[in-house]
């Protein structure tokens, strides 16, 4: 029976996906914003809203256990960049490796992934050296906290700046399809698409919501502690949105939204996230979380290196995957 609610919550999260990837593409063909913007901000924030209530609803409301909910925050604070950065890139490698072949090219518009993962290896530095500062310098972790903010703050305003040269450069947000609203005899404007927005991303919320609530009651079956559910098995299903939505786009050729919905979730995740960690939790360095942190690290640093020197490849990608087994294979050995 469990395993039954868990399929019906995947198919509820894959409907969602497909309504909220065709409003936003919708939405920003309407806004005349580039495909970047699209991407990195609004289908990141949008989509990251899953995750991003898990940790702090451990955080502030879960259950009189408070170690318990803080190893939950804080596994589910760093499990969301640790999963997008291998495991979701991976998996647009399987999607287009029978298409495109192992040599096969992404082409992303690379400016707007380079901005992405610069700002995300900032931040979640930042975040790798705090686990080394003691909970009693408190001044010292507000501190951090404030740049990680300030940080993604003018994240969004040099994307948001950088918008009017890509839409000139032809990097224009197309919606691909009309809008689903519109096939059931609504007008097509501004209004219903975000009406239609609105109804997708509740479906995400509520889906993924549905799927988490699954996992934690199948962990105990598995038998493993709170930090490693909240690392490993969490971001499975709250990253489900991204990986939906980024698949979507990428067997449509949509190369920049793909990337931008996963990288631009990294930004959010490893900037707005570890500064609440930062100042709310501990926030120690056990040993599965510094893996995870260095393990992630190493792959946003081999995505960007891989973009800017020859282009990016399908077997790039394939690397990604590999750190996401290795970190499985050290933290259950």
């Not at 995947?10 to 919708?26: G, Q, Y």
């Not at 979640?124 to 909970?135: D, E, G, R, S």
């Not at 190493?298 to 290795?326: C, I, P, Q």
């Amino acid at each position: 029976m469990l395993f039954l609610e868990l399929f019906g919550y995947l198919l509820v999260i894959l409907v969602a996906a497909e309504i909220f990837v065709n409003a936003l593409e919708h939405l920003g063909e309407k806004l005349k914003i580039s495909e970047g913007v699209t991407g990195s901000l609004f289908a990141a924030v949008g989509t990251a809203m899953p995750e991003t209530l898990v940790p702090l609803l451990a955080i502030f409301a879960g259950t009189g256990n408070s170690a318990i909910n803080e190893e939950i925050g804080v596994g589910a604070i760093l499990g969301a960049p640790l999963m997008l950065s291998t495991l979701s890139l991976f998996l647009l490698s399987v999607v287009v490796f029978k298409k495109r072949g192992i040599q096969g090219r992404f082409t992303p518009e690379k400016t707007g992934i380079k901005r992405d993962l610069d700002f995300f290896l900032m931040a979640f530095t930042l975040a790798f050296v705090a686990m080394f500062i003691p909970h009693g310098e408190g001044w010292v972790r507000a501190g951090i906290a404030f740049v990680m903010v300030m940080i993604y703050f003018v994240y969004v305003m040099m994307t948001l700046r950088a918008s009017a040269k890509l839409v000139e450069d032809g990097h224009a947000t197309e919606a691909g399809s009309p809008m689903l609203l519109t096939r059931l005899g609504l007008p097509q404007n501004l209004f219903f698409i975000i009406v239609q927005l609105a109804m997708g991303l509740a479906l995400l919320i509520a889906g993924a919501k549905g799927f988490i609530h699954g996992v934690e009651a199948a962990a105990p079956i598995i038998g493993i502690s709170a930090l490693l559910l909240s690392l490993m098995i969490i971001p499975i299903a709250t990253e489900l949105p991204e990986k939906v939505n980024s698949i979507l786009w990428i067997r449509k050729n949509k190369d920049t939204l793909a990337f931008g919905n996963i990288t631009g979730a990294m930004v959010f995740q490893g900037t707005l996230l570890p500064a609440i960690g930062i100042s709310l939790t501990p926030w120690a360095p056990q040993k599965e979380v510094l893996l995870g942190v260095l393990v992630t690290l190493v792959a946003a640093f081999w995505l960007r290196w891989a973009v800017l020197n020859g282009g990016l490849r399908v077997w790039h990608l394939f690397l990604n995957g590999a750190l996401y087994v290795t970190y499985l294979t050290a933290v259950l050995v």
